[in-house]
């Protein structure tokens, strides 16, 4: 059997650059163009970051933890590789995408695996309202922001503003108030992956607000859409011990 084409990436930092060297001189590391496999090597940021640079691409890419949390990683070993990877489980993974307005009258678009945040730019709180499918859900709703997560970013940014996690094939994503001070009881919602979010920012003038997907923010929006992109895709290799549904579930019951 033809062992498959590994490109190796990494972080900038010592010890993910270490273990890029040892892995390429025991493993050999072709372009990640030439690849049948891309193994990143970092934490979870770096992880996001390879991804987004493959979406749309038929790569899949296999993570081992180089970083501090890890928890799209699968645990560093630098024994028999290429079989793990061949063992290895393939988790697709749908992007968001973000269409802003801005005050200016532009019109920005980004992608992002993990959410869509809106955040206030100044000491004044946001007022939002929220459509979904082109139907307004929340007249108002004064916050420091809000969110829209995918099942990968359910346990990131979303889980630290107290949304759910939702399990990889559960189809569906959150959305998250951050900090909402009115409605006060209102904690977000889960949506179907099918979803059309429509964020529209009140008094924008006096409560400015920046749109953040991925490594793009976006100052001073006026009205932002999310939505999944159905047509494009990327894949994230999981170790059969060490599968998504396995890390949600230890998610949910670890303090």
């Known amino acids: 059997m ?3 084409r590994i490109a190796f990436v990494a972080a900038e930092d010592s010890e993910a ?8 001189a025991r493993y050999g590391n072709v372009p990640p163009d030439d690849a049948g496999t891309i193994v990143a090597l970092g934490g979870d940021g770096f992880m996001l970051q390879t991804l987004h640079t493959q979406i749309g691409r038929d790569v899949p890419i296999y993570g081992m933890n180089r970083g501090s949390v890890g928890f799209l990683m699968n645990r560093y070993d630098e024994e028999e590789l290429p079989a793990r990877v061949s063992r290895a489980e393939p988790v ?15 019109e920005e678009e980004a992608l992002t695996i ?11 709180a946001a007022k939002l309202r929220i459509s ?23 346990t990131a940014y979303n889980l630290s503003a107290h949304g759910p996690i939702i399990p990889m094939g559960a189809e569906l994503l959150a959305l998250t108030p951050i900090s909402a001070f009115r409605p006060r009881r209102w904690r977000g919602a889960l949506l179907p992956q099918t979803a059309q979010v429509g964020l ?3 008094e924008p003038a006096k409560r400015p607000v920046s749109a953040t997907a991925g ?14 992109v159905s047509d494009m895709s990327v894949t994230l290799l999981c170790d059969p011990e ?12 670890e303090s």
């Open 2 to 4: 033809t062992q498959t």
């Open 242 to 253: 060490h599968n998504f549904e396995e890390r949600i579930l230890k998610e949910q019951f």
């Open 200 to 202: 529209e920012v009140l």
């Open 92 to 106: 697709r993974l749908h992007p968001l995408r973000m269409t802003a307005q801005t005050a200016s009258g532009a």
């Open 215 to 228: 490594n793009t923010e976006i100052r001073n929006v006026t009205r932002v859409d999310i939505s999944q």
């Open 132 to 154: 979904i499918d082109g139907k307004i859900r929340l007249q108002e709703l004064i916050c420091d922001g809000v969110l829209v997560a995918t099942p990968a970013g359910s």
């Open 17 to 24: 650059q270490e273990a890029l060297a040892k892995l390429s």
């Open 114 to 124: 993990n959410e869509v945040s809106l955040l206030r730019q100044t000491r004044q």
